[in-house]
């Protein structure tokens, strides 16, 4: 028996993780109290008391690894999931009384099951929105939480997922990984058994093939047979018998799967195989079907090892924030914390090796991160004092000491991660359409074979039974539920790696087929690091006076040339009842006099006289004003990224360009001039720039949005796709298909090319798909091709998919 394996001191009892010094959380076992190091393990653990288990923690012979471990075997009942300690980390609260939680659905093997968990759950009393993944095995859940009439549990929810053949489990990118490994092993095995057993019915085969009339006694033939079978059994049994499982279940659920018809052509095969083996009448296809076993689950197991290869990107992410971090105390000492005990403001120690935890800035010290999961730049990128680092980033050189702006949620990386799983739940038009096909495909299918088995049974019974067979397996339509997902897929992967985050479903494809770009300019084409350039003032008011008035009603607001004003003040006076315009300007009032800074037509209202000319030619369309006077007007100067005219020079070949920018029509004439784009527009509200783009869109164009400022989410939103800068505002990059991990738009004109790549190869597979069924299926018919055959041909088909899709990746 091994050694009974109990917690040190100082460790949670319960998973043998370090308690931190101000729990509060313990719990009596086995006769002693027990310390705990947060509420999760304290609900679980009470769980575990409360059902009479208490003799997991005298047997365990090893702590678990991860928390999520920490649940025994023994324990199966799901109630435990019902524990709001327990969801805390994977349940999300969505209004008052809806929860969110994303989990892992494991014995998903195709389109048809993700299609099949959708419609179930979604039948649930209490689920209000269920969007699955196939690409990444990941179903997002919404119910309302409770037990009463209309309402749903999570343990209610994972058992109607197991009623029908398959498992789900909180996601975490560990127990993803896990997941896959495991599926990885299983379908090794099964096709290993298949492979074995084919070669060996295939030696007992080959003498009948031989052998002439008369060659080989009627003795011999009979224990040839009986041998296949014994080998045949296995491989049936074993490597086949997903197949069936899936075929029973999608009858049950009364859907046509794709699995009904392999199934029907195994069975089938067998079974009058074994009728022939024991009457010693007929023939029999032991070897045509361990070959076929054979073939078709090695082409799926190399569509699944190419699927998780493609989707192995996604959950890196997830595992590039390490669980503990060095806290250091205002006395200087280091405390070892959970990365989710940190705050906005915490001081944090980053030795060399070691990934950054939080988003913030460097306060000591020199060194070179790794930020290639961001950039995708493989050099180490210099930081030193005053600098800002992101999460995830990893410390190439010496010791820094940073302090925390951003934690948990609230970093960039969290933000791009909720990006992805948004991106999983969305289901491209084309991808649907696919599915409906391959649904309705796999009806027609069974009633052709059925009818060509009676047909052929009426002029040669003996060939009958193969012909149905080979018609059921030649045109199963795994290829043409294939060809779309896994090359979204690899597609989001290779567009992930130029440094572009798909965000929604339908972006590559649409991106593929934009003719016309909308750049905005500040902070787009323009780096967003706006400069005061100049204050051109009016009588009676000092410049120190003028940029405070403006410092006081910028301060309540986000936009470059806020920050700009505020940095070239070092006292900004209070003011009250502050008022935005977005795109338009502020109001407010300072010392009791009311003050407005913006634009000239939206101040004007308040000075109540028409601009000076000595203000009006000075502006880039910022002014200030009080209630009956013109106060002053500010220039600003904000350079054009380096990157920009190449880039745009680059995406000229795939379509028109514009310019739609707030800004004055001097500041976006120079940026059109040095990008050679004859269509910029200035002094555009956001209105304006959403009726310039409808405009275009009216006019026959797929139009392609960039933006980065608040001023730009509406003409995101209006655009067929939208693209956001990743330094941009998060509402900018929530309203976008599309964010540019890199701020930098040179990686626009390969993202094009990928997306119009990946659609080439979409209608590739879907074409080739199609063709082989219009071939095969007629070919079948006429007794043309072999079980043997149609088995190679159903899996060489979807593996020719998958391989195609691969290619986008080069």
């Given at each position: 028996m091994p050694p009974v394996k109990q917690a040190e001191v100082g460790e949670?009892?319960?998973?043998?993780?370090?308690?931190?010094?101000?729990?509060?959380?313990?719990?009596?076992?086995?006769?002693?109290?027990?310390?705990?190091?947060?509420?999760?393990?304290?609900?679980?653990?009470?769980?575990?008391?409360?059902?009479?288990?208490?003799?997991?923690?005298?047997?365990?012979?090893?702590?678990?690894?991860s928390p999520r471990e920490a649940i025994p075997e023994s324990l199966a009942s799901l109630t435990l999931f019902d524990n709001p300690g327990f969801q805390q980390g994977f349940v999300r609260p969505i209004g008052d009384d809806e929860r969110e939680a994303d989990l892992i659905l494991e014995g998903v093997t195709c389109a048809a099951c993700v299609w099949l968990n959708e419609r179930h759950l979604a039948r649930l009393p209490g689920v209000t929105a269920v969007h699955a993944n196939f690409a990444t095995r990941?179903?997002?859940?919404?119910?309302?939480?409770?037990?009463?009439e209309g309402q749903a549990q999570l343990s209610g929810i994972l058992a109607a997922v197991a009623a029908i053949g398959y498992r789900a489990w909180p996601y975490d990118p560990q127990r993803s990984e896990e997941v896959a490994g495991r599926e990885r092993k299983t379908a090794l095995w099964r096709v290993l058994v298949a492979g074995l057993g084919m070669m060996q019915v295939m030696m007992y085969a080959y003498p009948a093939y031989i052998a002439g009339d008369g060659d080989l006694s009627p003795w011999a033939a009979s224990l040839m047979r009986w041998a296949s079978l014994l080998l045949t059994v296995p491989v049936v049994g074993y490597s086949a018998a997903p197949f069936f499982q899936r075929a029973w279940r999608d009858l049950r659920m009364r859907r046509m799967g794709m699995d009904i018809p392999v199934a029907l052509g195994i069975g089938s095969a067998f079974l009058a195989s074994l009728w022939a083996t024991i009457s010693g009448r007929g023939e029999v296809y032991f070897d045509s079907v361990t070959m076929f076993v054979f073939f078709l689950l090695g082409a799926r197991y190399l569509e699944m090892l190419a699927r998780q290869r493609a989707v192995r990107g996604a959950e890196v992410l997830g595992r590039l924030v390490p669980v503990f971090a060095r806290r250091v105390a205002a006395d200087g000492s280091e405390e070892r914390v959970a990365s989710n005990e940190l705050r906005a403001g915490d001081a944090i120690r980053v030795l060399p090796g070691e990934s950054v935890v939080v988003d913030g800035y460097i306060t000591q010290g020199r060194s070179e991160l790794d930020e290639s999961w961001l950039t995708g730049e493989s050099r180490p990128q210099r930081r030193e004092t005053g600098d800002s680092v992101l999460a995830g980033s990893i410390n190439r050189g010496s010791p820094l000491s940073v302090r925390a702006t951003g934690v948990g949620d609230a970093t960039r990386l969290a933000g791009i991660l909720r990006l992805v799983e948004r991106a999983a739940a969305h289901r491209p038009r084309v991808a649907e359409l696919a599915d409906r096909i391959a649904g309705w495909f796999v009806l027609i299918l069974l009633l052709m074979a059925v009818l060509t088995g009676a047909l052929w049974w009426q002029t040669q019974p003996d060939r009958a039974l193969w012909v149905f067979v080979s018609v059921l397996v030649v045109s199963c339509p795994c290829a043409l539920s294939l060809a779309t997902p896994i090359a979204l897929t690899v597609a989001s992967e290779a567009l992930a790696r130029a440094g572009l985050l798909v965000t929604r479903g339908h972006a590559i494809e649409t991106l593929a087929r934009v003719d016309h770009f909308v750049f905005d300019k500040t902070g787009t084409l323009s780096e967003g690091r706006v400069k005061l350039q100049a204050v051109h003032l009016a009588d009676g008011i000092s410049r120190d006076e003028a940029l405070q008035l403006a410092a006081a009603l910028e301060a309540q607001s986000g936009h470059h040339i806020a920050r700009a004003v505020l940095t070239a003040v070092s006292v900004v006076p209070l003011a009250e009842s502050v008022t935005a315009v977005t795109g338009q300007g502020l109001r407010g009032v300072v010392a009791g006099v009311e003050y407005a800074i913006g634009r000239q037509e939206f101040v004007a209202g308040l000075a109540g006289s028409p601009?000076?000319?000595?203000?009006?030619?000075?502006?880039?369309?910022?002014?200030?004003?009080?209630?009956?006077?013109?106060?002053?007007?500010?220039?600003f100067d904000d350079a054009l990224r380096t990157e920009a005219p190449m880039a745009l020079e680059r995406l000229?070949?795939?379509?028109?360009?514009?310019?739609?920018?707030?800004?004055s029509q001097a500041a976006v004439g120079r940026a059109a001039a040095q990008c050679r784009i004859e269509d910029a527009r200035a002094g555009m509200t956001p209105e304006g720039k959403?009726?310039?783009?409808?405009?275009?869109?009216?006019?026959?164009?797929v139009v392609a949005m960039v933006g980065d400022g608040v001023n730009d989410a509406p003409v995101l939103a209006q655009a067929h796709v939208s693209i956001a800068m990743g330094?941009?505002?998060?509402?900018?990059?929530?309203?976008a298909d599309i964010v540019l991990l890199r701020d930098d738009i040179s990686c626009l004109p390969e993202g094009v090319r990928i997306a119009r790549r990946s659609l080439a190869i979409i209608r590739q597979n879907l074409v080739w798909a199609a063709a082989y069924n219009l071939l095969a299926i007629p070919a079948a018919m006429m007794g043309w091709v072999s079980p043997l055959g149609a088995g190679v041909g159903m899996g060489a088909s979807s593996l020719l998919v998958v391989l195609n899709a691969l290619r986008i990746a080069r």
């Open positions: 949670c009892y319960h998973c043998g993780l370090p308690v931190p010094s101000d729990s509060r959380w313990q719990l009596v076992i086995d006769g002693a109290s027990r310390r705990l190091c947060c509420a999760g393990c304290e609900a679980v653990a009470s769980a575990i008391v409360a059902g009479g288990l208490v003799d997991y923690y005298r047997h365990r012979d090893s702590l678990p690894e990941r179903a997002r859940i919404r119910w309302r939480e409770g037990s009463g601009c000076p000319v000595s203000l009006a030619e000075a502006s880039s369309d910022v002014l200030l004003v009080s209630s009956g006077r013109w106060l002053a007007a500010f220039s000229r070949a795939f379509g028109g360009l514009s310019v739609f920018s707030g800004d959403q009726q310039a783009l409808a405009s275009l869109q009216t006019a026959g164009h330094g941009g505002t998060d509402l900018a990059r929530q309203s």
